[in-house]
């Protein structure tokens, strides 16, 4: 059974940096498309960033210059380092994945088309 697992969420000043990262459980990193999530309670899950191969990766515009999102295949895990954070970065982030059956990730930002979900991690910014 295939298992996201998140960490390093934590609680944070503005303008502060935090790191989170996603651990896969279960399966190579690189048979996946991995993606970054976050949802505030009684708002709609939002994408953030995606990995787009060796392409780069995509961002929201609502975090695009200050996070950044990038894998290690040696640890399985996806990691999303974000500067500057914000009190409206405040959120439960969520690591998702789907299958790569294409041979090449597409680079959605929309929680529908990923099956796989961690737990999240809590990133809590004050002012």
């Known amino acids: 059974r295939i298992q996201l697992v998140e960490s390093g969420g934590g609680s944070v000043e503005s303008g502060g940096t935090l790191e989170i990262s996603c651990r896969i459980v279960g399966a190579p990193l690189a048979r996946f498309c991995p993606a970054w999530f976050r949802q505030v309670p009684g708002k709609e899950r939002e994408g953030v960033a995606v990995?787009?191969?060796?392409?780069?990766?995509k961002y929201s515009t609502a975090v695009e210059g200050r996070f950044t999102v990038f894998q290690s295949g040696a640890v399985r895990a996806l990691y999303m380092r974000m500067n500057d954070l914000k009190p409206e970065d405040t959120a439960t982030y969520f690591c998702a994945a789907t299958e790569n059956v294409r041979g090449y990730c597409q680079g959605s930002l929309n929680q529908d088309d990923y099956d796989i979900w961690g737990q999240g991690t809590q990133v809590t910014v004050s002012s």
């Open positions: 990995l787009l191969g060796d392409v780069g990766a």
